[in-house]
């Protein structure tokens, strides 16, 4: 399974963004899939995930303002970032595992990462 991560970039505090996470190879809605994000200097984190049937769950420092979903006929997973913070600059990773977790082992797929910068 390939991933690749798209829609990073440059806002402001307040503003919103879309990522994007195209799947290929062997996709279909056979994997759990998450977002995860590391900052400068700290460790990655988890941001949100989707399982196969549809269940979605979101760290507490999101919710409320991210959304994840994902369209199966495109093999894609998007993360809505709404009321982005400067917290929230960081490289957003997308990620699909057999099981949905908030610990980035239990992925076994990645993507390359796309660039987030919220400037207050």
């Known amino acids: 399974v390939q991933l690749q991560a798209s829609g990073g970039g440059l806002v402001q505090a307040g503003g919103y963004l879309r990522l994007s996470c195209a799947a290929s190879?062997?996709?279909?809605?056979?994997?759990?899939m998450g977002w995860l994000r590391q900052a400068p200097g700290k460790e990655r984190e988890f941001v949100a995930g989707m399982t196969m049937s549809g269940s979605t769950t979101s760290a507490d420092s999101v919710k409320g303002r991210f959304t994840i979903s994902r369209d199966n006929a495109k093999n894609t997973v998007y993360l809505q970032m709404n009321s982005l913070k400067f917290e929230g600059t960081a490289v957003y990773y997308c990620a699909a595992g057999t099981k949905l977790s908030t610990w980035s082992g239990n992925y076994d797929y990645w993507g390359q990462g796309t660039q987030v910068t919220v400037s207050s």
């Open positions: 190879g062997r996709t279909g809605p056979i994997y759990d």
